[in-house]
């Protein structure tokens, strides 16, 4: 059976140079991202202390503790804190594939994203659309810094 070969020549010498410029920018790109998620962190955790308008809604307390008023923020609007348990659960996490800035709270994400019943009250994506401009700002000067580090003048 015939068969169709293309012999790519320098295969092994374009890895050994984009493993090098792994090594080079990969930490200053890492040292953006946790930055970047940092930011992300402050400004969804603001956003979310902010009062945000709304309807005002009459909770329970857990084990019986009475009720009490609490502003629910409108649609689109980041939610208002209640508990204080989505502020405090906000983490910026450095995992080996990337930077993960969020909530594991099961809520934070219906929040965010709505559901059948709710509308969304989104707090994480505004936050890093707030960051966008920075982070890439911050990104491409750790970048120059890199490559200005390893001109050769």
Do not use: C
């Amino acid at each position: 059976m015939p068969r169709a070969e293309v012999d790519i020549q320098g295969v092994e010498a374009t890895q050994k140079a984009l493993a090098k410029l792994a090594r080079q920018f990969g930490p200053a790109i890492a040292e953006a991202a946790v930055i970047g998620a940092h930011a992300i962190r402050t400004t969804a955790i603001q956003s979310i202390q902010d009062q945000s308008p709304g309807e005002i809604v009459v909770r329970s307390r857990t084990g019986g503790g009475g009720e009490y008023d609490h502003t629910a923020a409108a649609a689109g609007e980041a939610p208002n804190t209640d508990t204080g348990d989505l502020v405090n659960s906000i983490q910026v996490e450095v995992l080996p594939t990337g930077v993960f800035v969020g909530t594991r709270l099961a809520y934070g994400g219906w929040l965010e994203l709505g559901t059948r019943k709710m509308q969304a009250r989104p707090w994480l994506i505004p936050a890093l659309e707030a960051n966008r401009a920075e982070i890439e700002k911050t990104t491409g000067k750790k970048i120059n810094d890199v490559i200005l580090r390893n001109a050769d003048l």
